[in-house]
């Protein structure tokens, strides 16, 4: 994810089904934000929350095995 093109923050966010934060990173603008999810997370369904400025992104990951 590059955060080059604004001028705020970008944060990142991965939530397991129940609600738990399973990943939370904050970064200024002009980074890239990189999200290792080669650590082991079970299997299953999590949310992924991006957001930028005044705009946000949410997407289904699926973990299979």
Known sequence: INGSHHNG???VKLFDMTGK???STTKSAGNT???DIN???PT???QLQ????KSQ???LLIISE
């Open 9 to 11: 923050k970008t944060s």
């Open 21 to 23: 934060t399973v990943l």
């Open 33 to 35: 934000i990189t999200i």
């Open 39 to 41: 650590r082991p997370l």
């Open 44 to 46: 299953g369904v999590y």
């Open 50 to 53: 991006i957001s930028q400025d």
């Open 57 to 59: 992104y949410q997407s």
